[in-house]
């Protein structure tokens, strides 16, 4: 509950014969649409030829019908879901991205955040290249552009840009003929595929929920440095970039961004969920009368800290469904009352209780201390926060927007004093170590928890977090002083 | 999870002062909105002026910035959420239902459905009266106007229009200097009233959680068959009506349509739904591993089913946020797919496991035959379905829309063959005898469960669902054959 | 070019067998759009069942595809256009107007202000009914509803109630079988009825206009006085207040509000605005290079000026086609801006010239200086306005909509004053005497002329213009200290 | 009247202050809104940082409230309007276009058709350069940011791209210091700039009219050839190219595209219109009682007919001004609907007449055909038509969009056919060689004809209509076979 973000999810469908398969995409970004709310685009393959539609929206406000039918059939289509910064403009920044270059043309659809775009970007230009957004996705694609020039296929090229680009990324591309997917070596963000019924062909997602939303049945993850190639031959695998860095998924993807009804390098993240109450549990015990969540997020952890407290699980608010994306509250003292309106506290169930309350996060500290205030009103006689994430201070390189240093309460307190900012009893987060053991699989063998202890798994000197690259629309002084003459 | 609907939700603020009344119903209607989500609308007066708007939509859908400068500030307002029956004209029938006659002015909300209507239109008719539209709350203006005509005040009128009026009524009344709220002496439909903070002045409420909405504290319960009138001296009360009928609150109030965080007349419906629950395990126990409801209606019985059987609760499905009232499924196959871009199952929770799985109604059937589908795909190895209401087999005459009996699975099949049409192994309903016992309170001393066991408490000669009256959009042969000469 | 506005259009169509009468209707009113902009709707008679839908906008923003389909076909249909008074809610206001009455139902379309609305909308109040609105309309209804009481069929009904009304009505009633259009006694409006080819059925409108974009075939005025009844039977009239009145149909239509190309009372509008023209030129005649319109109300009244004075017609402005009616000018100084991007002056026809400018009229005379100096800017070396209306110094009670007096600048100001004001060579008016002589034909025989002169041909003192009536949100202090105990 | 389409109009102003530059473009687009009604775009430059919006809709569409807000305030600004053939994304193609180059970066608008792109755009792919759209303007600017690598300023590197660029571009280019104004030595399309008032700066526009609109005093027409370079130091010219081609000036935009009221080469639009209705006279004579014009295209021509055949003007026609672009015909027969809604006929003036009816071109022939009836049925006993353009026959490679030869009637028929298609007494079209004579002026040395008599200014090997380009949705098979492998 709080401003931080995920940059994207992705997605795309390799079908065995020409069909509706914007559909398909349409409900994988619709199951992807917690990983990015500013836009949504789809690109589809029909003999060759590419049609396009993408702009700001959620999925099905931006797919409506008129959208859908201009996208017609096809034999494959790619999709994505973004998350914007404020003040750029989403609708130039959207994704897929669509390019003609010398071999053909290609689409390509990006999760995650490069750390040396900036070095890629500049020997680009020197070179004549023009950029049209800020996005690393276009660097992704020069790059790529330019090994084509030599290389025999897009494959082949995909895999010697590898060679050049830092940081995270999944992606998925699109040529004429084959769906590649395409994972860094790192394997920062998540990306799996799975199999159509009846041999109907291929899916690739961020997330396996999308899988399940189409009827896929899930195959495997993609592993990090892996590219995966979709064609009429079947699948084909390149493993050049595999093991070449250490393992470092982003473990916020398990404790906040991903849906708990996802399988993530083969661990279920509603079960790491779970376990992170649990270790919230031990790490923090209280002697309390019930565990409540703050809906949706904190639902799986407070489960988890009942299962290991043996304090009774009980529904402790209820979220008003009715509250959308769009949402205004009319009148004067609003930030308050927008709370008020998105959640209520069941009085009987925490009126004269001792109440452990847990959610994923504390990020600026208002809302949770609104939140703690409607439970103190409604007669609870004690509030206890228990996080299941260890406290945000370091800016992330790898596509999560997180609120600047000077809005993050863990940054300029204590633990104690942020108890007293939102007036609980007792407040307990999560250990970073017991963090990294929350997801567990033969997968999960390294986290990024770099938000959390600095520790960066790549090089940061040329990485940036995005935002600082996009200043008002999206073309602001990016390159600073440099006008021309 | 099924077709069945409540019509209506009322709000009313009488404020001490001039202020942005209009944003008290825009939170109250707001957290009414599950009682309607057809139309909204508000009326404001101002020292006497009524300013109206209403119109198709979700409250946050209508009442953008425009309509609420359009409203404008002042002393006292009310407001209506309304569900429509489909073909209907949303716009023609929203309320409230401003009229002038022939002292003044009178705004007027309505929640319910009166069973002589027919009689009494007529009636009027043949005295010349003119209809707009073909909902209940015109003829309770008119019948209120006349007896206004000699009665010495508003709430004289209205009481007098009591002697007249059968069935099912929660109303609030506006006129230029009195908020009126008025529930019929059986007490079918709640209604309740609190004071805003700082003597600010008093609010009325289809249910608490709209108090809460707006940060007032609850005062009590009207009582059936009571009038209470709000004006400049304070609140008196009118109760020539209370105990001349059986009190026969509607229990699917607290099975299914209020929100969980309301107390209606005195009983906590979350409380009354966990209560649910626990019945539902001591009638149809059975051996199993997890319990799961289906969201958000089946979550607290599940959680009763829990705590009185000692079988784990757990989250059994994602509901994905993004769905919304408009949303439309592309594709062909689109009503199953509606199923499960709704609800996906998380595979760790249900796989392997034989699952209690709880909600709080069976309608057609349909969407739960897909959810238990969508389960054993998950790997569930036995699904006992568990029902907190029992079967409707009878129309509702008292303002609840229910599918037609040829919908109604529950109408034409025995348990088991509904057992076998959902695919589950086994399936348990609450008894009606035990659905009177879920509410608790001084108050709950007597329910109407006619849809369940056809024991109507008023005289059903002329009543009719009301969408029988209502034929294509509004204003169809609702008078049959009777066409002009 | 100003602030004149008319309420009103209608349109009715009989078909002899069932279609997409809905369609025509649109039609119809698009044609009539010019008569009202605000509120649009349509009621379509389906075998006795009536379908509405009306809401405020243009035809074709109100009537989407879905709105059509919603309407569906039936055997009769009618439909209005309405300007709306600043502030009052268009949308509650919106006609046609469907009731439910004793002898069945019925929808109304109405064109035209009573002047004693007010005197016959208390004694209705009075035996207890109800008004949902300020508008004439409803108190139509309830006079015919009134009369239907006791007499045999609707159109004796109307024929009854006709006794009782006095002022402007041009009406277009709706039965279960039948479709009758009236005409006030003086003719203030005008109406008129067409065949629709190969015997299809009749159309009623306020305009021929109205009638050729339905492809139908003129067939005569309805006469002041007439009730016209379309039913199985055919054609039949009513004619018991045929002459019972002076013919004082308003001059304005001719000069101002109907569209060129309608015929109305048998004469030819563009003719009639030729015919002000050659009197503008007998009356202010002037030594001068070239003659232009304001377009596109001026273009008729210049070239019957050029005509007579033998000076030469050419194009003077191009108006922008693309400014819609919600335009809105960005930047500060919007309102010189409107008229600039309205308008541009062609510079090789004025520049160096002495030029006559031809309008209809002078509101306020802002609008007409901004004009007049970009002529002046263009290069024209002296300009000579020209006016086919009379100054405006007296309200209208018949349905017109002028601005209060305090904007009009012929009201406080002589003619060489305004001369200044708007910086013209010359300025000349035509005179009321001649006004009366520009509609030519048998059916011409007499005009109200009172906003120009002061004769109103009924009796005025209770009448009101009819937006005093409504203070804001159509609901207001109309009826001032009634407020109710 | 017909399918043809100009496809673009460009605006720019440079300002001696920070201001609402965004409002000038506004109201320039707005006038230049008849060269294109599929997409806007503006770009605002405010101390180097650009800021942009664009999207499909017309001007007043696109820029609402919020999006003039989002651009904010700056020194100088460019934009857009388009036409964009059916099918293709016009969102993705619409402009300016913003690119970030190695000098900073420069935002670009174009009006006109490259004849070369082709080749162009295959060089730049093989030395890895990607491209977005199928738009030249792509082109443009990577030739110039292929030019700035070497060259030490953005002028000089527009001036060497001059020198690979062939066909029809009228150009404004924005750095973060300069707005650029580039013609084509041919002089294909219009391009001036004017002051603005007390010294503010500089506004550059297709057409004279848009400098009308921001009260801007016209200074001149941009040379074939030219490239002027508003900065701080005020207004530098670059003639390297002026002279190095024919004058061939699209005879069209005098015809048909521009606006009656701009003045293009210092030659009025207007009168060259006139002067073509005079052709027309001299050319086909003929013995009639009234002239009139199609609105609005044929009225200036028609005017010029009735000036030199002495045969009075008058208007025949009254155009819907409702009419919108958006507008959809209810019903079945559609398409004959729209002539009927769009124009009626006024009888009074064609009724028993012998007419001569005026337009400036006839495309399909199906429409004049409807037109030709309209006025039959009202009565008009002959119909002569005169057309104020020669038949097209060919296609243009100059930015004009024409329909395909088999849509074209006058490709496969001759004039005695065509008159007998469209059902008029006689048909004369202008001659090609007085088309070449009715502009006048110093600049008016020479025009392309190519349409008419086939006759290409420019070597056209390579160049193909833009719309053959560009299948379905923007990137379609435009290099066919080139699929990636």
């Not at 209780?353 to 409607?374: H, M, P, Y």
């Amino acid at each position: 509950m709080g401003q931080i973000h995920e940059e994207c999810g992705v997605f795309g469908v390799y079908a065995n014969e020409t069909r509706d398969v914007a559909s398909d995409v349409y409900y994988g970004l619709f199951a992807l649409q917690h990983r990015g709310q500013e836009s949504a685009g789809i690109v589809v393959c029909d003999d060759g030829v590419f049609s396009v539609y993408k702009d700001v929206g959620l999925v099905n406000e931006v797919f409506d019908r008129g959208a859908m039918e201009k996208l017609g059939v096809g034999t494959m289509a790619i999709g994505h879901v973004r998350y914007g910064t404020t003040g750029t403009d989403g609708r130039l920044n959207a994704q897929p991205i669509v390019v003609n270059h010398i071999k053909g043309r290609m689409a390509l659809a990006h999760n995650g955040n490069l750390t040396n775009s900036s070095v890629l970007r500049e020997r680009l230009e020197l070179s004549g290249d023009i950029f049209h957004t800020t996005s690393d996705t276009e660097v992704i694609s020069y790059i790529t552009t330019e090994k084509r020039l030599t290389e025999p296929s897009v494959e082949a090229a995909i895999n010697q840009a590898m060679y050049e680009l830092e940081g995270a990324y999944s992606l998925v591309f699109m040529s004429p003929t084959k769906l590649i997917a395409v994972r860094d070596p790192n394997g920062f963000r998540p990306l799996c595929y799975g199999k159509l019924p009846d041999g109907g062909g291929y899916v690739v997602a961020s997330e396996s929920c999308a899988l399940d939303a189409v009827g896929a049945k899930f195959e495997r993850d993609v592993l990090p440095g892996e590219i995966v190639i979709f064609d009429k031959d079947g699948v084909r695998t390149i493993r050049d970039h595999c093991g070449t860095a250490k393992r470092t998924m982003c473990v916020f993807e398990y404790i906040y961004f991903a849906r708990p009804d996802s399988f993530i390098d083969g661990c279920s993240v509603h079960e790491a969920r779970i376990r992170a109450g649990r270790f919230l549990a031990k790490e923090h015990p209280v002697d309390a009368d019930v565990v409540i969540g703050i809906p949706d997020s904190g639902l799986d952890a407070a489960l988890g800290y009942s299962m290991e407290s043996g304090i009774p699980y009980n529904i402790g608010f209820i979220k008003n469904k009715y509250i959308g994306r769009t949402f205004i509250a009319p009148g004067q003292s609003s930030r308050e009352n927008q709370v008020r309106m998105k959640l209520n506290p069941i009085a009987s169930v925490v009126s004269g209780k001792r109440v452990v309350l847990v959610d994923d996060s504390i990020v600026r500290g208002t809302t949770c201390a609104r939140i703690v205030k409607l439970l103190r009103d409604a007669g609870a006689k004690e509030v206890h926060m228990r996080v299941s994430a260890p406290p945000f201070v370091n800016p992330c390189y790898y596509g999560t927007d997180i609120d600047s240093h000077e809005h993050l309460v863990a940054y300029s307190h204590t633990v104690d004093e942020i108890a007293k900012i939102i007036d609980v009893d007792t407040l307990g987060y999560i250990s970073v170590e017991n963090t990294k053991k929350i997801a567990v699989s033969d997968m999960c063998t390294g986290f990024c928890t770099a938000c959390f202890d600095g520790n960066y798994p790549t090089d940061t000197e040329y990485a940036s977090k995005k935002n600082r690259f996009e200043e008002k629309i999206s073309l602001g002084k990016g390159k600073g002083d440099r006008t021309d003459e």
